[in-house]
C-alpha cells in the first residue's frame, strides 16, 4: 500500500535556527502533498498545500517566508521552519495522495524550540 | 472553502457500550469523508471511510452514516473496548485535484472498564 515517509521524528534546536522537515511518498509519486500542524490536545489544522514544480498554496494565517516549502520532485516535498522560535514547537505532518487512494499521513515530526 | 464541525469533543462510556461521535460539514462539493483514529503521540490512522454515493458503510463495531442532504455523517463504535480509547477525528474533501482534507476538532473518547 501507499506508503509516506517523514523524516525526523523528533528534533530540538535553538531559537532562531532553521529545520528542515522532508516528507516522501515512497511507492507512488504525488502531484500534491499537504503540511499540516497540530498543537497538543488540538486537531490538524492545514497549514499549505504543496503543489509539485510550482509554488505552495498556504493557509490564512500561515507566514509563507517563515515556513518555506519546497516540492522539487514527484516524491519529496520539504517543509523549513525558518528562524524557529518556541511558539513554533508543535507536530507536523505531512500527506500525501496516489490517485484514487485515502489520504495517507507520514509519521509527523514533533519540533522542540528552545 | 470547507468547515467540518465536530461534536462532542469529549466523551467517556463504559466498557461494551457504544459511542456516537456527529460531524456537519458546509461544503456540498466535499464527497469524501473519512474518520481517523489518534494515539497520543502516533499519526492519524483511517478507521473507515465513506463516499457520498452511500448513506451507511459498516466494518465490525465500526459504522459510518452519511445524510449529504442535512451534510453531516456519524461514527458509531459498538460494544466499546479499552483499546478504543483515542482521539477520533472527522474530516471532509472533494475529489478535485489538490483538495486537502479539512478536519474536525476531534473526540476524545475515554472507555472505562
Known amino acids: 500500500g501507499a506508503v509516506v515517509s517523514q523524516h525526523p521524528s523528533r528534533v530540538i534546536c535553538k531559537s532562531g535556527t532553521s529545520v528542515k522537515i522532508e516528507c516522501r511518498s515512497l511507492d507512488f509519486q504525488a502531484t500534491t502533498m499537504f503540511w499540516y500542524r497540530q498543537f497538543p490536545k488540538k486537531s490538524l489544522m492545514l497549514m499549505a498545500t504543496s503543489n509539485e514544480g510550482s509554488k505552495a498554496t498556504y493557509e490564512q494565517g500561515v507566514e509563507k517566508d517563515k515556513f518555506l516549502i519546497n516540492h522539487a520532485s514527484l516524491t519529496l516535498s520539504t517543509l523549513t521552519v525558518t528562524s524557529a522560535h518556541p511558539e513554533d514547537s508543535s507536530f507536523y505532518i505531512c500527506?500525501?495522495?496516489?490517485?484514487?487512494?485515502?489520504?495517507?499521513f507520514g509519521n509527523g515530526t514533533r519540533l522542540t524550540v528552545t | 472553502g470547507e468547515n467540518v464541525e465536530q461534536h462532542p469533543s469529549t466523551l467517556s462510556v463504559q466498557e461494551g457500550d457504544s459511542a456516537v461521535i456527529k460531524c456537519t460539514y458546509s461544503d456540498s462539493a466535499s464527497n469524501y469523508f473519512p474518520w481517523y483514529k489518534q494515539e497520543l503521540g502516533k499519526r492519524p490512522q483511517l478507521i473507515i471511510d465513506?463516499?457520498?454515493?452511500?448513506g451507511e458503510k459498516k466494518d465490525q463495531r465500526i459504522a459510518v452514516t452519511l445524510n449529504k442532504t442535512a451534510k453531516h455523517f456519524s461514527l458509531h463504535i459498538t460494544e466499546t473496548q479499552p483499546e478504543d480509547s483515542a482521539v477520533y477525528f472527522c474530516a471532509a474533501t472533494s475529489n478535485q485535484a489538490g483538495t486537502a482534507l479539512i478536519f474536525g476538532k476531534g473526540t476524545t473518547l475515554s472507555v472505562s472498564s
Open positions: 500527506s500525501a495522495r496516489a490517485r484514487g487512494s485515502p489520504l495517507h
Open positions: 465513506i463516499r457520498s454515493n452511500v
